[in-house]
């Protein structure tokens, strides 16, 4: 779920099954108390099937898989139009994160980034079948933009959590391989890998969210053990 800016209405992405094998994305707008304004359904040739949903200022941003290929669109705040592209070399995005301009901006000042305009700089998360792949998009329209990415040659198994955004950096959350295991790494607004942490709390404990506190990432997570 997320929602638009200070905005009132809230937005839920899932799948439906529409024939056989074929899943096709479903996304859904209500206001405040919760009454359902509007349903869109999005089709493409493949199976389609969403993993993450954000939002920016004027639109939500969703993620994917469809068939073999990852996607990414973007769909006015009404729900009436979008705008999608497919990533290259990735299955499946898993996590999402429009980075403020303010953010994007400072950075830029310090590493410029070859990508433009900052104010529509997307980050995502994803797998192939060998690789752990972090990447950004400039924005949309998808004719005007431009991709980079980085990938890790790590099992599939290991799924990126999520993505939050940091103080001029990003810091992407994903599963280890082992069962009590989350890797943390941080990256700059560029792309460029900082650091690299091992967090393992213990047998049947995970980390699974984030987010930031002036320079301090703060997580939470589960436990069977308590």
């Not at 999608?84 to 590493?111: D, F, H, M, W, Y």
């Not at 900052?118 to 192939?128: H, K, L």
């Not at 082992?178 to 393992?200: G, H, M, P, Y």
């Amino acid at each position: 779920m997320t929602r638009i800016g200070s905005s009132n209405d809230y937005y839920i992405g899932g799948w439906y099954h529409e024939t056989g094998s074929t899943d096709d994305i479903e996304l859904y707008r209500f206001n405040q108390n919760l009454n359902l304004q509007k349903t869109v359904r999005l089709r493409a040739a493949g199976d389609d099937q969403i993993s993450c949903i954000a939002s920016d200022s004027n639109g939500v941003i969703i993620g994917g898989q469809s068939g073999a290929r990852s996607f990414m669109a973007k769909i006015d705040s009404q729900l009436n139009s979008y705008d999608g592209i497919a990533i290259p070399g990735i299955t499946e995005i898993k996590a999402i994160l429009p980075v403020s301009s303010t953010g994007v901006q400072a950075a830029q000042s310090v590493n410029p980034l070859a990508l433009a305009p900052p104010s529509n700089q997307i980050y995502f998360a994803g797998v192939s079948s060998t690789e752990l792949i972090v990447g950004a998009i400039s924005g949309f329209p998808v004719s005007a933009s431009t991709v980079q990415v980085r990938k890790f040659a790590i099992a599939n198994r290991s799924t990126p959590i999520e993505l939050i955004e940091g103080n001029n950096a990003i810091y992407m959350l994903h599963r280890g391989l082992n069962a009590s295991e989350t890797i943390v790494i941080k990256f700059s607004l560029s792309l460029q890998e900082i650091w690299r942490k091992r967090v393992d709390v213990g047998a049947g404990s995970r980390f699974s969210k984030g987010e930031t506190s002036g320079n301090e990432l703060l997580l939470a997570g589960f436990t069977s053990s308590i």
